[in-house]
């Protein structure tokens, strides 16, 4: 098993490194932090709440361009190439596929969840509040795109179908306060939780949020049987 988790981790590394465009969505939410910063301090900004609503934008952005994005793009060219089916065919279980897929982007996820707030100047007070609110939402976004991977039978198809998911979770966070019906609608969401702490930030509170949580939770559950469905499916074919 741990020879077949290392070769398939080093197939996802040499496709990144080959791939220019891969490595290019990985490096661009880092510029795109920065720009946003340097625009702000330009226009006078640079207030707590100008960090946060930069955050809000940021980070979520970063997640999916440089998370989410990639793996539809790796498991969409390995399917055209017939890579998933010799690996399967080869013995290669999907359990052991969908673990080796989740590695990069979970260290990508870290890093990001380190670096944004960093390059953004914001402190981070609580920083378990911090970590399991990212890390959950991150990890759905990871299945939600994961899925889409699955599901999609090409590159332009991958890359068609995860461009309103990009944009949905972008600014979901921007449209809680516009309206009370969207703001429902974002509670509901699987960044209901996200927007939750960054619009409350210091007055954050998890009774408050529980259904934004209970939501979270909802979505995390049925992401993971509809990506372990996928996988039996195609182990059967």
């Given at each position: 098993m741990f020879k077949r988790m290392s070769a398939l981790l080093w197939l996802r590394l040499q496709i990144i490194f080959s791939n220019k465009s891969i490595l290019l969505q990985i490096l661009l939410p880092f510029a795109f932090a920065y720009f946003y910063k340097y625009l702000f301090e330009t226009q006078g900004g640079g207030g707590e709440m100008e960090a946060l609503a930069l955050l809000a934008i940021c980070l979520p952005f970063s997640l999916v361009m440089a998370v989410g994005n990639p793996i539809t793009v790796i498991l969409s060219e390995?399917?055209?190439?017939?890579?998933?089916r010799t690996l399967l065919l080869s013995g290669v279980r999907g359990s052991e596929y969908l673990a080796s897929t989740l590695v990069i982007p979970f260290v990508l996820t870290l890093i990001i969840m380190g670096a944004v707030p960093l390059i953004l100047g914001i402190s981070i007070e609580n920083l378990v509040n911090y970590g399991v609110i990212v890390f959950l939402t991150s990890l759905v976004i990871?299945?939600?795109?994961?899925?889409?991977?699955?599901?999609?039978?090409?590159?332009?198809?991958?890359?068609?179908?995860?461009?309103?998911?990009?944009?949905?979770?972008a600014f979901l966070p921007m449209l809680a306060n516009l309206d009370k019906s969207l703001g429902t609608f974002v509670d509901y969401s699987f960044m209901g939780l996200f927007t939750d702490y960054v619009t409350k930030w210091q007055a954050f509170s998890w009774n408050e949020a529980l259904e934004s949580l209970l939501a979270l939770a909802g979505w995390l559950v049925l992401l993971i049987i509809c990506n372990f469905w996928v996988l039996r499916r195609r182990d059967r074919m």
């Amino acid at each position: 098993m741990f020879k077949r988790m290392s070769a398939l981790l080093w197939l996802r590394l040499q496709i990144i490194f080959s791939n220019k465009s891969i490595l290019l969505q990985i490096l661009l939410p880092f510029a795109f932090a920065y720009f946003y910063k340097y625009l702000f301090e330009t226009q006078g900004g640079g207030g707590e709440m100008e960090a946060l609503a930069l955050l809000a934008i940021c980070l979520p952005f970063s997640l999916v361009m440089a998370v989410g994005n990639p793996i539809t793009v790796i498991l969409s060219e390995e399917k055209e190439k017939g890579n998933l089916r010799t690996l399967l065919l080869s013995g290669v279980r999907g359990s052991e596929y969908l673990a080796s897929t989740l590695v990069i982007p979970f260290v990508l996820t870290l890093i990001i969840m380190g670096a944004v707030p960093l390059i953004l100047g914001i402190s981070i007070e609580n920083l378990v509040n911090y970590g399991v609110i990212v890390f959950l939402t991150s990890l759905v976004i990871i299945l939600t795109y994961l899925f889409l991977g699955l599901v999609t039978r090409s590159q332009v198809e991958a890359q068609v179908i995860s461009l309103p998911v990009m944009l949905l979770v972008a600014f979901l966070p921007m449209l809680a306060n516009l309206d009370k019906s969207l703001g429902t609608f974002v509670d509901y969401s699987f960044m209901g939780l996200f927007t939750d702490y960054v619009t409350k930030w210091q007055a954050f509170s998890w009774n408050e949020a529980l259904e934004s949580l209970l939501a979270l939770a909802g979505w995390l559950v049925l992401l993971i049987i509809c990506n372990f469905w996928v996988l039996r499916r195609r182990d059967r074919m």
